[in-house]
């Protein structure tokens, strides 16, 4: 497609993507690699002839933001970064973008491809269930939904539920505490907040489905299964975090030792800091694979109960 004419098809889409990656710049949001990621991952979202898929990446980029600057004096002295006294969150890599938006950019080129050869997929695979729309192309807008349900539920809990009063307990061993920032840690008040995360992320897909695209539309009970994945999705990645991932924590200190960017962190033997877990995969990996997962076990259960996001 010629660039001039992709603009001008998606002119509020590439205006709301200057204002972000400008915001991004002059905030120090994103690393030189996450600004060029993001511009990638915003593409491909254009690419889809469903504008509610690039909003809701929009939404969960200013709901992150939103929630990253609540409490911030307070968090930064809640963990420690492992290049620094103090910890939080640094500007985001290209790495961090792509794991919490990688898997809905499969799921839309490959949705993206569908719509454009449905009669031919109908006509030569076995995934239709009837005469209306394949079974991918029933379910892969769920798994969009899903994913940014999940990482949105994610981030509210991680972020807000670092500053609640009590202490988290491991989600494998709810009967011990464990210092706030471990991987695995979780309290009930992020459990909450990790839910209303998800349900602001599939009402937003409700409203933009039915706004930006008339005629595309979710019932009642996807809606509410999406929510329950987005939870769903953070307790995953807590599970995960737990089970795959390493925590670090300063011996004089006690607190937990982040690396930049959801890099790992290094731990000299003797040295003044100790590890706890399996050393498995970096926080991003843990987020990507949360991500995959939660769509997968949102499209199978939509699946299972007959549940979809169609043209009607």
């Given at each position: 497609m010629?660039?001039?004419?992709?603009?001008?098809?998606?002119?509020?889409?590439?205006?709301?993507?200057?204002g972000l990656?400008?915001?991004?710049?002059?905030r120090?949001?994103?690393?030189?690699?996450?600004?060029?990621?993001g511009?990638?991952?915003?593409?491909?979202?254009?690419?889809?002839?469903?504008?509610?898929?690039?909003w809701?990446?929009?939404l969960?980029?200013?709901?992150?933001?939103?929630?990253?600057?609540?409490?911030?004096?307070?968090?930064?002295?809640?963990?420690?970064?492992?290049?620094?006294?103090?910890?939080?969150?640094?500007?985001r890599?290209?790495?961090?973008?792509?794991?919490?938006?990688?898997?809905a950019?499969?799921?839309?080129l490959?949705?993206t491809w569908?719509?454009?050869?449905?009669?031919?997929?109908?006509?030569?695979?076995?995934?239709?269930?009837?005469?209306h729309?394949?079974?991918?192309?029933?379910?892969?807008p769920?798994?969009?939904?899903?994913?940014?349900?999940?990482?949105?539920?994610?981030?509210?809990?991680?972020?807000?539920?670092?500053?609640?009063?009590?202490?988290?307990?491991?989600?494998t061993?709810p009967?011990?505490q464990v210092?706030?920032?471990?991987?695995?840690?979780?309290?009930?008040?992020?459990?909450?907040?990790?839910?209303?995360?998800?349900f602001?992320?599939?009402?937003?897909?409700?409203?933009a489905?039915?706004?930006?695209?008339?005629?595309?539309?979710?019932?009642?009970?996807?809606?509410?299964?999406?929510?329950?994945?987005?939870?769903?999705g953070?307790?995953?990645?807590?599970l995960?975090?737990?089970?795959?991932?390493?925590?670090?924590?300063?011996?004089?200190?006690?607190?937990?030792?982040?690396?930049?960017?959801?890099?790992?962190?290094k731990?000299?033997?003797?040295?003044t800091?100790?590890?706890?877990?399996?050393?498995?995969?970096?926080?991003?990996?843990?987020?990507?694979?949360?991500?995959?997962?939660t769509?997968?076990?949102?499209?199978?259960?939509?699946?299972?109960?007959?549940?979809?996001?169609?043209?009607?």
């Open positions: 010629d660039p001039l004419v992709f603009a001008r098809e998606h002119v509020s889409q590439v205006t709301a993507t200057a990656v400008s915001y991004a710049l002059l120090k949001k994103l690393t030189t690699g996450g600004i060029f990621a511009i990638l991952v915003a593409f491909i979202h254009m690419l889809h002839p469903w504008p509610a898929f690039f809701l990446l929009i969960f980029f200013l709901f992150g933001t939103v929630v990253t600057r609540i409490g911030h004096n307070a968090k930064v002295h809640l963990t420690q970064s492992s290049t620094g006294p103090f910890g939080g969150e640094g500007a890599t290209s790495a961090q973008v792509f794991a919490n938006s990688g898997t950019c499969v799921l839309i490959l949705h569908l719509l454009s050869s449905t009669p031919f997929i109908s006509s030569s695979l076995p995934l239709s269930p009837g005469p729309l394949p079974v991918l192309e029933r379910l892969l769920i798994g969009i939904i899903a994913q940014y349900a999940a990482v949105a539920s994610d981030t509210f809990s991680s972020e807000l539920g670092i500053l609640s009063k009590t202490q988290p307990f491991l989600i061993a009967w011990k210092p706030k920032g471990t991987n695995g840690g979780v309290t009930i008040d992020g459990l909450m907040y990790g839910a209303l995360g998800s602001l992320l599939t009402l937003t897909a409700i409203m489905l039915y706004t930006a695209r008339p005629g595309v539309a979710m019932d009642a009970k996807t809606a509410a299964l999406l929510t329950v994945m987005g939870l769903m953070s307790v995953i990645d807590s995960l975090g737990a089970v795959v991932q390493a925590t670090v924590t300063d011996r004089s200190s006690g607190k937990v030792v982040e690396g930049p960017g959801g890099r790992r962190v731990v000299e033997q003797g040295g800091r100790t590890m706890m877990g399996l050393d498995l995969l970096t926080n991003n990996g843990v987020n990507f694979a949360m991500a995959a997962l769509s997968l076990l949102a499209m199978t259960a939509a699946w299972a109960g007959g549940l979809s996001v169609e043209r009607r």
